[in-house]
């Protein structure tokens, strides 16, 4: 039976400092070093072995099935003390090798815990409907003169200039909303946003960004809607989600 | 007024898209003995990509 013992492995969720906060969890253990408590569970290295993972990574059904048992640890772990989120996949072989990574990385995980302390992670997504900007943005325009060819011209003219001013208004929308979002939050980071193939929707998505804010506190969700009250005529579309556990702000400070 | 709001924790509410952009993409990176690369992590966007593309491509090919 040493195969089968040495066939699991502990899959680290993340790391919290209040030991007897997360004590009661289900489905999970605890590893605790020094301050740090590591949140795992005993996985079987059938699932999780390097032989096996890429295959796994593209198996859309294992994949969603453990993202979504990752992200419910962190949230039941959230809810009841400050946690900070690990990557998806950090496995370690021995109970002893996760103490040791606390232990090596104790500042780092201590200093992020102080910083999202009593914060949760909103996330903010502007989408446009580009046909609506295009129309405000041929109604600003002067209406062309001249004869019939000089027309062709301008018109030509104005759909080169309409194309070129349309990607600078989604940058500055995006780059706008993102600004007063990050006014009313303690740490703000603006993703790449999703691709359109991806997303499934025609709208292309301008901002993707999360937003690091105090629990309780409305002053984001109360901007979005003002942000969003602002731009509904230019066919802005804005979509808040959360409370997340704070994956954007886990890492190194932005 | 378009706000879209969609909160947690129902998790079916939460779009696997999303959950590949924080669960995968974000979070403190450590060495585990078993661990998903930076390049391995662009791989999954890669894999959802073709997943998502390849299922587009059977339901045009159902629909003929």
């Known amino acids: 039976m040493i195969d089968a013992a040495a066939r699991t492995a502990w899959y680290v969720y993340g790391v919290a400092e209040d030991e007897a906060a997360i004590a009661r969890l289900d489905g999970v253990e605890l590893i605790r070093d020094g301050r740090l408590t590591a949140v795992v569970r005993e996985v079987s290295l059938d699932e999780y072995d390097e032989a096996v993972l890429p295959e796994r990574l593209n198996d859309r059904d294992w994949l969603e099935r453990n993202a979504r048992a990752h992200e419910d640890v962190l949230q039941s772990a959230a809810a009841v003390t400050t946690i900070v989120p690990l990557r998806f996949g950090a496995i370690y072989r021995s109970r002893e090798q996760v103490g040791q990574m606390l232990d090596e990385r104790s500042d780092e995980f201590l200093s992020t815990l102080e910083r999202v302390r009593g914060h949760v992670e909103l996330g903010v997504k502007v989408w446009a409907d580009v046909q609506m900007l295009e129309r405000a943005l041929a109604a600003a325009e002067e209406p062309s003169a001249g004869g019939a060819g000089a027309a062709y011209l301008q018109r030509r003219r104005q759909e080169q200039e309409r194309a070129r001013e349309l990607a600078v208004l989604c940058a500055q929308v995006a780059e706008d909303a993102h600004a007063r979002l990050s006014g009313v939050a303690s740490a703000a980071v603006a993703n790449r946003p999703q691709p359109r193939e991806l997303t499934g929707r025609s709208e292309p998505m301008l901002l993707n960004g999360a937003y690091l804010v105090r629990d309780g506190d409305d002053g984001l969700r109360r901007e979005v809607e003002r942000l969003a009250t602002e731009h509904a005529a230019r066919g802005l579309e804005y979509e808040l989600t959360g409370p997340w556990p704070p994956h954007n702000f886990a890492g190194e400070p932005q | ?64």
Not at chain 2, 6 to 11: I, K, Y
Not at chain 2, 19 to 32: A, E, Y
Not at chain 2, 55 to 63: C, D, G, N, P
């Open chain 2, 1 to 64: 007024m378009s706000v879209v709001e969609r909160r947690q924790p129902l998790a079916e509410q939460v779009t696997l898209l999303d959950l590949v952009d924080r669960v995968l993409n974000k979070g403190v990176v450590v060495t585990g003995d078993i661990t998903l690369s930076v390049a391995d992590v662009d791989l999954v966007y890669v894999g959802l990509r073709l997943l998502l593309a390849s299922a587009a491509t059977l339901e045009r090919e159902a629909a003929r």
